[in-house]
């Protein structure tokens, strides 16, 4: 056997990734328009914004939801901006703990890669519930599914939701346990859907209700159903300031997963220069997209008394607005079109963090490594998609007793990993200024000078806005106190801390050196070499 280059082993991408220390394991099928969809597909407009439309309208109303978005759309897109550059250098699917390792030190890549693991369970478990909630309000249209369940099992609602949630997430691990070439064309299918059933729902939103909400009702309106601030409605009481943030959740959440591109980066054709492109565009889009979409939501309002009736019993309140501005019929379409868009988001969740989890696993970071960086003979790392799938089912076991709480601290611990692991590898790239010169195919220029600092402030805002309760009556001090609406985000962290904080510092700072490579040039080419003969897929994409 020739130690030289082999002919399967000439591609720049592979060149690339054995630079960085890894063999050739997963398969690399996927072009640029699949990378962008895989980002595309999670941040899902049509599931994010819509499930949790309630959150931004009992915190600022309109201007949250209009004006929100937007905000938000522009310091996401900083954000994604930022890690791009950083994505081009490093195409690995280990994406941000790799960054924040070879960027700083290998504690940095610790933190950050738990706080990523941890935000990518938490956002597929809340993509999935959201999933559940409206599924269900399909379900209930279609047959009546809430009173069978009733009547079968003396199921409250809640518990209800969560038996679809389960067979929700055990079809998206079922898809993911066959070859990335069927996952990313989903993706391909679920860009295509989200941007043709965005058309669709805003048309629809446009012709069929006989009345629509005013320009200024939709720009200038606000709302407050939170208790903060007494019920003020007014931008000169600063309060509501602390509401309308407390609002941006709803947008926050939606615009996340975006590293998507970076974990599938292994699986991805020119991953320098494409997994950075997918990254900052996909939020991009998704943003123009999403912005379209909640006008049409927010015209089709029929009044702002009934909506806030409906969240006050803690209702899902977009399929409320859309069944009461048309018909039934109309809303069980448009609830059709967002529930297979948000079942393909949630596979391509599943896809992402199974891709970290088994990237973390690869350098050892994760109790059980062995089994969760296994890879089956069609290259997926089945353990890791089970792995997910179950963490992310656990997350959501409070939500059983409150629905919209659980699944609002679920978009909340999302946020704030997400986030964090986000901004972690961009402040080590900004701290290492011009003396950072890692060969990338895309590049910020001087600009990151700007963008690092605003997307590092922004971060810092938003997890201290978001660890606080939704509701003063989930505040410990209020009176009257209710526990059901205490927003644990902080107490999960804590946690979070405690163990992998002091598991750091009893042990894994002795023996975790960040990134662990696989061997040398020659190494991983004869690893390559052997483990052909066991994969079922070529080692290119025909």
């Not at 990734?17 to 328009?33: C, I, S, W």
């Not at 600063?238 to 292994?266: C, K, N, R």
């Not at 076991?397 to 961009?426: E, H, M």
Request: hydrophobic content about 50%; overall charge negative; charged content about 10%.
């Amino acid at each position: 056997m020739s130690t030289g280059q082999s002919p399967r082993h000439t591609s720049e991408d592979e060149q690339i990734l054995h630079k960085l220390g890894y063999a050739q394991e997963l398969f690399r099928g996927m072009g640029g328009f699949r990378n962008f969809a895989i980002s595309f597909t999670i941040i899902s407009i049509l599931a994010g914004c819509l499930t949790s439309y309630t959150i931004a309208f009992e915190h600022g109303g309109p201007v949250a939801v209009t004006w929100g978005w937007l905000l938000v759309g522009l310091m996401s897109t900083l954000i994604a901006l930022s890690m791009a550059e950083i994505a081009s250098a490093y195409p690995t699917a280990g994406g941000l703990y790799y960054w924040a390792s070879k960027l700083g030190s290998p504690g940095w890549g610790w933190a950050t890669g738990w706080f990523n693991l941890i935000g990518q369970i938490a956002v597929t478990a809340a993509i999935g519930y959201g999933l559940a909630v409206f599924g269900q309000v399909l379900f209930d249209y279609w047959f009546d599914y809430s009173a069978h369940m009733d009547d079968w099992f003396g199921a409250s609602f809640n518990m209800s939701t969560y038996i679809v949630y389960a067979a929700f997430m055990l079809a998206a691990v079922l898809i993911n346990l066959f070859n990335i070439r069927i996952t990313s064309g989903l993706n391909m299918i679920s860009a295509w859907w989200h941007m043709v059933g965005v058309v669709l729902v805003v048309g629809i939103l446009i012709v069929v209700p006989d009345q629509h909400q005013s320009l200024s009702y939709v720009f200038t309106e606000t709302v407050n159903n939170s208790g903060y601030g007494g019920g003020t409605t007014s931008f000169s009481n600063p309060a509501f300031w602390f509401v309308f943030g407390l609002g941006l959740l709803m947008s926050q959440y939606t615009i996340t997963g975006f590293d998507a591109s970076a974990h599938t980066a292994e699986e991805t054709k020119e991953a320098s220069r494409m997994a950075a492109t997918g990254m900052w565009t996909s939020v991009f889009v998704s943003v123009v997209f999403g912005w379209i979409l909640l006008l049409a939501v927010t015209f089709a309002i029929p009044d702002t008394q009934s909506v806030v009736d409906k969240a006050n019993e803690l209702l899902p309140i977009v399929p409320f607005i859309w069944a009461t501005s048309m018909s039934q019929q109309w809303a069980e379409f448009l609830l059709f079109i967002c529930v297979v868009a948000q079942f393909f988001c949630v596979t391509a969740s599943v896809t992402s963090a199974s891709r970290m989890m088994f990237a973390f696993s690869r350098d050892r970071a994760v109790p059980g490594h062995p089994l969760w960086r296994r890879v089956a003979k069609n290259r997926v790392p089945r353990w890791s998609v089970v792995g997910v799938a179950f963490f992310a089912g656990v997350l959501m076991i409070p939500a059983i007793w409150n629905y919209f709480i659980g699944y609002a601290v679920g978009t909340a611990i999302a946020v704030i990993g997400l986030y964090i692991a986000f901004i972690i590898p961009v402040y080590l790239r900004w701290r290492k200024g011009d003396s950072w010169d890692e060969p990338r195919a895309w590049s910020l220029g001087r600009h990151y000078k700007w963008l690092d600092v605003v997307s590092i402030l922004w971060v810092c805002l938003i997890t201290i806005l978001f660890i606080f309760p939704l509701y003063t009556v989930g505040l410990p001090w209020n009176d009257p106190f209710d526990w059901q609406f205490t927003n644990y985000t902080i107490l999960w962290f804590a946690a979070i801390g405690l163990i992998f904080g002091g598991w750091w510092a009893l042990s894994a700072k002795n023996w975790f050196k960040g990134p662990v490579r696989m061997g040398t040039e020659e190494e991983l080419e004869r690893l390559e070499e052997e483990r052909l003969g066991e994969f079922a897929l070529p080692t290119e994409a025909s």
